[in-house]
């Protein structure tokens, strides 16, 4: 069976895990934890990152979007859109949702792995610029919640499950839409809402 390395805080690992459930996929999520290096992640992937898929014959994928890609190959294009220009709808807000992820990480890890005394604010401010411009764009306009969701919809998903894990009621003024976006996402995929990041 396909397994799929991860950590329950991570976004990048819930959209994988809710693409492959999304695309009816059977994959084993096996928790890791990545600051130990353990052997089944570093054999699979020599950066210790996680996502990684490890496909039934042992071949290693990584890197989140890599993989929802590879995941969409193997469902039969479950999770884009076949139409050239939805697709790329879809991707940009994978790419953004993703970018989104990647601001929000380098602030949490300034704080975390640093002292008190050496964080870097001028740091913090530029990274939490990129991420309000990044929620003012998602907040105008969010991908339609229609009946079929799409590789986008997982992302920007897994980006406010983040948000609401490590962000809570920092990032929610004045974005009403993007707050309605995500209990109606919550609301109408529960299966999928169970594999947001959690603490």
Known sequence: MTQILYSPASPYSAKVRMAAL????????????TSSEPENLINANPLGKIP???????????????ITQYLNRTSGNKLFPR??????????FEAIADGLCDV????????????????????????WRKA?????LLNEAPPRLATKLHGG????AAALGYLALRFEGKWE???????????????????LARLLPQG
């Open 83 to 92: 139409n050239a220009e939805k697709r790329t709808d879809a991707e940009r």
């Open 22 to 33: 999304y695309a009816g996929i059977p994959a084993e999520s096996i928790a890791v934890n």
């Open 104 to 127: 929000l990480l380098a602030h949490v890890y300034e704080r975390r792995m640093r002292p008190e005394e050496k964080v870097h604010q001028p740091w913090l401010d530029l990274q």
């Open 52 to 66: 990684t898929l490890i496909t039934d014959d042992g071949k290693s994928i990584f890197d989140s979007r890599v």
């Open 132 to 136: 309000e411009r990044a929620l003012d």
């Open 173 to 191: 003024r004045g974005r009403p839409k993007l707050k309605r976006w995500m209990r109606r996402f919550e609301e109408l995929h529960p299966e």
């Open 153 to 156: 919809h997982l992302a920007v």
